[in-house]
């Protein structure tokens, strides 16, 4: 505030020599600064106080000539109306923000309403869909093909219910109940359910460099997460280029050491695909709720936000690696466990 004080002062002393009209343009912007920086309007007093009392001490007497105090009160004038100007501006731009938000809100309430309904409506779909499912593996003999249909069909049917309500939980910001899994056939199983789900041609490899990590979370939220990644990849790609999920130890953590300061081991799940990529603006904006690039009814924009709300209740973090012509990589970090289940 001392800053914006001396110059208002020097600026004063211009005007008031010079009738120095670039002096009132700048005193204008010290009148948006003030307000920038939440000062009070009462402070534009004290401002004025001090500059006339400094342009008081350079006259006769210390005195003010007609001149002189009609000068200074324009200087006042303009500081005045730039910081009532610029109030109202900010007033505005954060009563459209709040407006922003309750209309994200309600939205968001929306949704959950939605998809609690449409929830209701798909388990009384599977229901009936996993218990004819599970009466086949009963009627037919266990190494026939017909088994590996009826388990087939058995499962997605377990794993539609899982992410039904795994987005119910993420819409109700429920608390998770995770547990320790073994990434790598946890991975696999969500890959083959992801694999379902692609047009053909499509290609989508699996790469498990670590089989040992062991991560606090839960598989039904995994294939969530797989699922999200693998279709936005396959759309990037549009069935001429491969997908590609890796799991590896990454050289360098992006998620930060325990309390006690020892580096954690962490574990890395890389979604990449060989598409057009993405521009930095997108980048920035990608695990936006809400926020998506594609023509509408081809997308929610809330893909890339339930994988992240799922991987930072995890403990772990994620990132995009993009740029235009060089594809896409999803890269998740999560941290280790013992057998234990803490975190090492």
Known sequence: MKDLQQRYVGLMRRHVRSADEA????????????????????????????AVLAVADTGEGGQL??????????????????????????????????????QHDRRLTALGQLVAGVAHELNNVLQPIRGMAELGLLDVPASGPLHTYFATVFDCAGQAAAIVRGILSYLRQEAPRPRPIALAPALERSVDFARMGLVPGSSLRLDIADRGAVVIGDESELTQIVVNLVQNAAKAVQGTGEVVVRLERPRQPRIPSGADDWPREVVTLVVGDTGPGMPAEVVARAFDPFFTTRAPGEGTGLGLAIVRGIVRAWGGEVAIDSAPNRGTRVVIELPMVRETGSPR
Not at 23 to 47: Q, R, S
Not at 71 to 89: D, G, K, N, Q, T
């Open 23 to 50: 002096a009132l343009a700048a005193i204008a912007g010290i009148g948006c600064e003030m307000v920038a920086a939440d000062l009070p309007i009462e402070e534009i007093a004290g401002f004025q106080e001090e």
């Open 65 to 102: 000539d007609e001149t002189a105090v009609r000068r200074s009160s324009a200087c006042l004038a303009e500081l005045m109306i730039a910081y009532a100007v610029a109030y109202r501006e900010k007033s505005a731009l954060v009563e459209r923000a709040r407006a922003a938000r309750e």
